[in-house]
């Protein structure tokens, strides 16, 4: 009887996890849990949106994605249930949203369940929880709370981009230590216009041929190519990239394309 999927920054020492997870059974047990990921950094919205922005259109349509990442009670702080592309999604209104999402929600209402005091400081197991046991049954929007127009938003940093070159920023480490720009293929091949180009990021490296796979280039070499979430990767074959190469989350990197 439905999908919730948990995306938080509870990691897995502590009992919070298992607190949330044992409200949802307790109020539907026959629920179906899926983890996409409890170990966001505290707080950081820009990881905990790729990750939810590169999973969530693989479930089916009707999926719950509860989101529980900078979520803390805040009296300044709405907590929102929305339908976006035929998928439902919950979270605090804290700027996530707008870093998930390409275009507006159909549809957004200010959850307006009543949490009970005991939990004022942990509304995943009481507002939220009861918010995806809702929808994932198949009740509606309107029946927990109030239609609003707005969402808050929070800006990214978008590459820099001239005629022949692309600075951008890594903007995620996966865990096989791969690492993710913010240069999207689409605005690659749009700057790109099938010239030859010269990859630059920290100690002088560079690289200049775009592989298809990981085993392209023989093991313990380096990289770049468009993975599954179609932005711009530098890797290692069987290495870690972040590491050996000294990369971290900010860093600059540069494209440059070479006239013929």
Not at 11 to 18: C, I
Not at 61 to 69: A, W, Y
Not at 146 to 153: P, R
Request: hydrophobic share 40%; aromatic share 10%; glycine share 6%.
């Amino acid at each position: 009887m439905g999908i919730i999927t948990l995306t938080t920054d509870l990691g897995h020492k502590d009992f919070y996890q298992a607190a949330l997870k044992g409200s949802l059974l307790s109020l539907l047990p026959a629920v179906r849990i899926v983890d996409i990921s409890h170990d966001i950094a505290p707080f950081d919205l820009q990881q905990a949106a790729f990750i939810i922005k590169n999973s969530y259109h693989y479930f089916p349509k009707k999926t719950v994605h509860l989101i529980g990442v900078d979520s803390v009670y805040n009296k300044e702080t709405r907590y929102l249930a929305m339908k976006y592309k035929g998928y439902y999604f919950i979270g605090a209104d804290n700027g996530i949203f707008s870093l998930i999402f390409d275009d507006q929600p159909e549809e957004i209402v200010e959850i307006s369940i009543i949490q009970d005091l005991k939990f004022l400081h942990f509304p995943l197991t009481d507002i939220f929880a009861k918010a995806a046991c809702h929808l994932a049954k198949g009740g509606k929007l309107s029946e927990i709370g109030e239609h609003v127009d707005n969402l808050v938003e929070k800006k990214t940093l978008e590459p820099i981009v001239d005629d022949d070159s692309i600075r951008g920023r890594v903007i995620y480490i996966d865990s096989f230590q791969n690492v993710i720009t913010n240069i999207h293929k689409e605005l690659f091949t749009q700057v790109q216009r099938d010239r030859p180009f010269v990859l630059n990021f920290k100690r002088n490296e560079t690289i200049s041929h775009l592989s298809w796979h990981y085993n392209e280039v023989p093991e313990g070499e380096k990289l770049c190519l468009f993975g599954i979430s179609n932005y711009l990767e530098i890797a290692i074959n069987k290495g870690n990239a972040s590491g050996l190469l000294g990369l971290k989350a900010d860093e600059v990197v540069r494209i440059e394309f070479l006239n013929k």
